[in-house]
């Protein structure tokens, strides 16, 4: 006979509507001892523990994760990251992100990561203009010249210091000293010290409320996130300069780096509103549109403590603004343009949706300022929601709702032949903060220190 469970309230009405029958009393008696024996039981619909989940999402990605992965095609000489699924192009943040998952899981596997960084560096022209999306056909131009983001540094920092292996970064050096040198005279501004992206679309957040993609209005604003990405790429240019014994260019990028870091913290942090927004180039005027960008300061440590304290528990934790049922919203709940629509073409959807690798940035921005608990929640709620989508799908969406946790886009009627194409991408990263946070290994944090990952 199995075991069975009965509410102590149910025992306590049966013996008291017994009472005139002792047999029936004693019988109800042993039931109740047999019931208290039992082993308890999960609620049903209950989530499973953190171990669990994390050996399911691991289970899972074993068999996504190579989807990433694509042999030599065409103009890409080596093997190629992509974000698999709907997109089978090379992209420039999405295969940092996606190298540098494949690069914290096991250091061989940097090398996904540095045959990155060299098909970016071979298709760079002349004058250091670099697309930012590359397919094995050639260069993907959107919206005109569609240029790299600085990332290219970070990347080959990342994958040399897990490989402990430097030596192939010397032949493409001057190559991406050449990147660099376009990037800052194409977007930045030196009356600002500051960086700027041609149009939305650029920055990868494809319709960003704080930025604009009308060419009649092409560079015009300053960009929180820009700004940050090209400070860290001079950073790990400084880096590499050390590594490869160029102590005058190390010094110089090392400087680039701070004069930016310094017009960071002094243009663009709004100290009324207690968070960092982007500008008007021509005007200075604010953009008054909180967005993921404004928070990526934080996950690199050059906010002052008391700073991002406050921004984080006015702001980012804010159930009315950022915090949302399913992680971080790419748009406070509060703009009028918040919504949670599944787009994918002309552009994908940042204005709402929640976005995997935003909120891993979110999560080193956590963990860095104390609110570890918080970290925890958004590590296991993320990965809750892939787990969820895998189980429905086999494969995952790009972004999410961000009030139900459904995944968005590429829908059905949006993919090739009607047929769910799916995701893979960045999302993988969701894996790096589980295991960080349930096992206290793969903690990445995207360090730009030499030997720190």
């Known amino acids: ?86 997109y089978q192009e090379m992209w420039d943040w999405d295969g940092f992100f996606i190298g540098a998952h494949w690069a914290n899981q096991s250091p061989d596997d940097a090398k996904y990561l540095r045959d990155w960084v060299l098909s970016f560096t071979a298709a760079a022209d002349a004058d250091g203009y670099v697309a930012g999306c590359i397919s094995p056909s050639g260069p993907r131009q959107l919206f005109g010249k569609f240029a790299m983001k600085p990332f290219l540094a970070q990347g080959a920092l990342l994958a040399a210091v897990q490989l402990n292996d430097y030596s192939w970064l010397r032949a493409a050096w001057p190559t991406m000293q050449r990147i660099e040198a376009y990037r800052r005279r194409t977007q930045f501004d030196a009356r600002w010290k500051l960086w700027f992206w041609d149009y939305a679309l650029q920055s990868g957040a494809d319709n960003s409320a704080s930025l604009t993609n009308d060419l009649h209005d092409r560079s015009a604003i300053l960009a929180v996130d820009a700004s940050v990405w090209a400070m860290r790429e001079d950073e790990a240019m400084s880096a590499l300069a050390r590594r490869l014994g160029y102590a005058a260019e190390a010094a110089r990028y090392r400087e680039e780096a701070a004069e930016t870091r310094r017009a960071i913290l002094a243009r663009l942090w709004n100290a009324e509103e207690g968070v960092f927004l982007n500008r008007r180039r021509d005007t200075g005027a604010w953009v008054r549109s909180l967005s993921w960008s404004s928070f990526v300061p934080l996950a690199f440590g050059i906010v002052p403590r008391a700073d991002a304290e406050r921004m984080i528990r006015e702001h980012l934790l804010n159930p009315k603004e950022m915090r949302a049922p399913y992680g971080f919203r790419s748009l406070s709940a509060s703009d009028p343009l918040y919504n949670n629509d599944a787009i994918i073409k002309p552009y994908s959807n940042w204005r709402g949706p929640v976005w995997i690798n935003a909120n891993y940035l979110d999560w080193i921005a956590l963990r860095r300022y104390g609110f570890d608990k918080e970290a925890h929640w958004l590590a296991v709620t993320l990965a809750g929601v892939l787990d969820r989508d895998i189980t429905r799908w086999g494969s995952m969406h790009e972004c999410y709702n961000a009030e139900t946790g459904d995944g968005l886009a590429p829908t059905p009627a949006q993919s090739p032949n009607g047929v769910f194409a799916g995701f893979v991408g960045w999302n993988l990263l969701a894996q790096d903060m589980l295991q960080c946070e349930v096992t206290g290994e793969h903690c990445m944090t995207l360090g730009i220190t030499e030997g720190q990952s």
């Open 1 to 86: 006979m199995g075991c069975m469970r009965l509410p102590r309230v149910v025992f306590a009405n049966l013996l008291a509507r017994s009472r005139v029958r002792p047999a029936l009393a004693v019988l109800l008696l042993i039931a109740a001892a047999t019931s208290a024996a039992c082993p308890a039981q999960p609620a049903p619909n209950s989530a499973p523990s953190d171990a669990a989940l994390l050996a399911a999402l691991t289970r899972d990605f074993a068999k996504l994760a190579p989807q990433t992965i694509h042999p030599p095609q065409g103009v890409l000489a080596r093997p190629y990251l992509t974000p698999a699924g709907f």
